[in-house]
């Protein structure tokens, strides 16, 4: 095509537009020419979403798209290993514990071609779940009761759920920031109780222990005379 020349065989090209090349031989006596017609399909973009800011231990999910093609496209989302679907358009990931860039590339289906990666940028706020167990007093004597109070941190912030057990019996359950528990053990010696705090991703347990002195006890004896 006008623009273009070459004197080898077999001449690489870069056409960025659909283009007939035509090419001429001769012996020195003879001359014949022949023509190839080249079809340039476009480079299909990738488009990985906006940024994301997620808690500390959760999972999100990666909106995909790609245009500029031929409306059918593979998808592919590196690194694989953290996401649900890494061949799907949109995809969950699974729960995050380090900020992670995600990369997307899409390929025409109909024409093979791939677009460059898009990259999306997920970053982690806050730290790992953690739940703290506290005793309002590590002492009380039988018939007694005292306040045990479990404080969570990290993770999903305000999506707190809270169940208290007694070795394996559930004693309650309930959400919010903070949870309370009163208890009056019948019986003496030490008792533990178990708070395990999810916050929907995953799940933390501590416990606390309370001693429960015996009742105290005492003998009225009658005087002697003589």
Do not use: M
């Amino acid at each position: 095509p006008p623009g273009f020349s070459s004197d080898v065989q077999n001449p690489v090209v870069y056409p960025t537009i659909n283009t007939t090349y035509t090419v001429t031989i001769s012996d020195g006596f003879n001359v014949t020419s022949a023509s190839v017609s080249i079809t340039v399909y476009p480079v299909p973009n990738s488009n990985s979403g906006p940024d994301q800011n997620i808690s500390y231990g959760t999972s999100t999910t990666l909106y995909g798209s790609a245009s500029n093609g031929t409306s059918t496209y593979y998808f592919s989302w590196e690194p694989a290993n953290l996401l649900i679907s890494p061949t799907s358009a949109s995809t969950a990931t699974h729960n995050l514990y380090a900020t992670t860039v995600f990369r997307l590339k899409a390929t025409d289906a109909n024409t093979g071609c791939q677009s460059i990666f898009d990259s999306v940028l997920v970053t982690l706020e806050g730290g790992p779940l953690g739940v703290t167990a506290t005793s309002q007093d590590d002492t009380i004597c039988k018939g007694e009761s005292t306040t045990l109070t479990a404080y969570g941190y990290g993770g999903d912030e305000g999506n707190y759920t809270y169940t208290w057990y007694k070795g394996s019996e559930v004693v309650k359950t309930e959400n919010g920031e903070i949870s309370n528990l009163i208890i009056s053990p019948a019986t003496n010696g030490n008792h533990t109780y178990t708070v395990k705090i999810f916050d929907g991703y995953n799940e933390y347990s501590q416990y606390v222990t309370v001693f429960i002195a015996p009742t105290p006890s005492f003998i009225i004896q009658a005087p002697c005379f003589t």
